[in-house]
Antibody, heavy 117, light 112 residues
Framework: QVQLVQSGAEVKRPGASVKVSCKAS????????IHWVRQAPGQGLEWMGW????????NPAQKFQGRVAMTRDASINTAYMELSSLTSDDTAVFYC??????????WGTGTTVTVSS | QSALTQPASVSGSPGQSITISCTGS?????????VSWYQQYAGKAPKLIIY???IRPSGVSNRFSGSQSGNTASLTISGLQAEDEADYYC????????????FGSGTKVTVL
């Protein structure tokens, strides 16, 4: 079955970076865009950007431009999201997700990132 | 990219119908036939329940329906059940420099 399995929870200091992985299985990785979405504790969903696994093209949300890098290693069907200059406001669950045309049809398992001194 | 506007909470009794609105602008909701709705239980990943305004994925109850008028999309849950108590989010394409997404602010549905 189609799955997106993410890396485990992370604890980071303010100012550090975090890199989250998202391993796809059950479909052709390069055929579907990967999006990243975050959810702070008790808050709503926030779109961070998309990546085209076929050519590596990306479109980060304006809020994250310059601070987020979305990459992939197509040889192992894995997408990555690296967020830099972390602050406590970045404490959240980060999801990768697959889109089919207009919609997200598969969500990753989620990765909790805690930023604390 | 400001979040699409949803009511913070909506409640109803079992068996009733409720409607959740999702208001954007011509740059997002009104400009594309792309509104999706997601249901999220606490601590879980969201689940797609409506896409392209009114299409239900296979396996989703027909008690969920979607519609749109201008810049406002709506999700209606009919025959409300206890299991419908969850958070609901809309999303839409939005165009700034490139085509992206924007989520709604989220609505907590409470079954009384």
């Amino acid at each position: 079955q189609v799955q997106l399995v993410q890396s485990g929870a992370e604890v980071k200091r303010p100012g550090a970076s975090v890199k989250v992985s998202c391993k796809a299985s059950g479909y052709t990785f390069t055929d579907y865009y990967i999006h990243w979405v975050r959810q702070a504790p008790g808050q709503g969903l926030e779109w961070m950007g998309w990546m085209n696994p076929d050519d590596g093209g990306t479109n980060p949300a304006q809020k994250f431009q310059g601070r987020v890098a979305m990459t992939r290693d197509a040889s192992i069907n894995t997408a990555y999201m690296e967020l830099s200059s972390l602050t406590s406001d970045d404490t959240a669950v980060f999801y990768c997700a697959r889109t089919v045309t207009t919609r997200i049809d598969v969500w990753g398992t989620g990765t909790t990132v805690t930023v604390s001194s | 990219q400001s979040a699409l506007t949803q009511p913070a909470s909506v409640s109803g009794s079992p068996g009733q119908s409720i409607t959740i609105s999702c208001t954007g602008s011509s740059r997002d909701v009104g400009g594309y036939n792309s509104v999706s709705w997601y249901q999220q239980y606490a601590g879980k990943a969201p689940k797609l329940i409506i896409y392209e305004v009114s299409i239900r994925p296979s396996g989703v109850s027909n008690r969920f329906s979607g519609s749109q008028s201008g810049n406002t999309a709506s999700l209606t849950i009919s025959g409300l059940q206890a299991e419908d108590e969850a958070d609901y989010y809309c999303t839409s394409y939005t165009r700034t420099s490139m085509l992206g997404y924007v989520f709604g602010s989220g609505t907590k549905v409470t079954v009384l």
